[in-house]
């Protein structure tokens, strides 16, 4: 099977307080092509930015980062931005959902951004509420459902664009068991259609469900 992503000899230090402070040692990783991988590891330890390194959201200080073959910081800024969109889905932390939006606005909303076509962007959204069980909650707010509806709802705007690889910071944070336990069922799902998936969490019941599990101590993957 071949990798869906790759890091090598990654480094990323930030300044903070004008100390600087290693986020990413040296990291070498692969993701094999539909695998479900966990990265765990303390609060500070790097999860956070291995993602977004990951995802192309944040460049390296050093090293190569490449999914499907491509070197996705070798590209222009345009063609990254084309290939995040084409391929990658991030589910944030935060639901980051836009409160005055419905569920379907929220979800349609890098359609939009995109220029697809109404109709196009109508069947995609239904059937993105439908991959995450809430089809009945197209025209409620974020104000207006519980923790549990709003981290779905936000799972199917991160796979709106036909993501292949999904990237899942913390995916069941400030969620009961129950809820939780339910959302790393949508996760299995996703993976057992064909979907990589990075997740980094705190959270056992994840790790417990990945098809492999990775630590994380100050920006180091542990042997």
Known sequence: ????????????????????VTALDNVNLKVSEKSFLCVVGP????????LRVSAGYLA????????????????????RLNLRNR??????????????LTAYENIELPLVIQGMPTKLRRDRVRQALESVGIPTLADSRPSEVSG????????????????????????TSNLDT?????????LRNLNASGMTIL?????PLIASEASAVVKMRDGRIES
């Open 43 to 50: 609060s500070g330890s790097g999860k956070t930015t291995l």
């Open 60 to 79: 390296p200080d050093n090293g190569n980062v490449t999914i499907f073959g491509q070197n996705i910081y070798s590209l222009p800024l345009s063609e």
């Open 148 to 171: 549990g509806e709003k981290r779905r709802i936000s799972l199917a705007r991160s796979l709106i664009n036909g993501a292949r690889v999904l990237f899942a910071d913390e995916p």
């Open 87 to 100: 391929v990658i889905g991030f589910l944030f932390q935060g639901d980051q959902l836009l409160e005055d």
């Open 199 to 203: 997740a980094a969490t705190h959270d």
């Open 1 to 20: 099977m071949s990798d869906a992503l790759t890091l090598s000899n990654v480094d990323k230090t930030y300044r903070n307080n004008g100390r600087e």
């Open 178 to 186: 129950r809820t939780a336990g339910m959302i790393v069922q949508l």
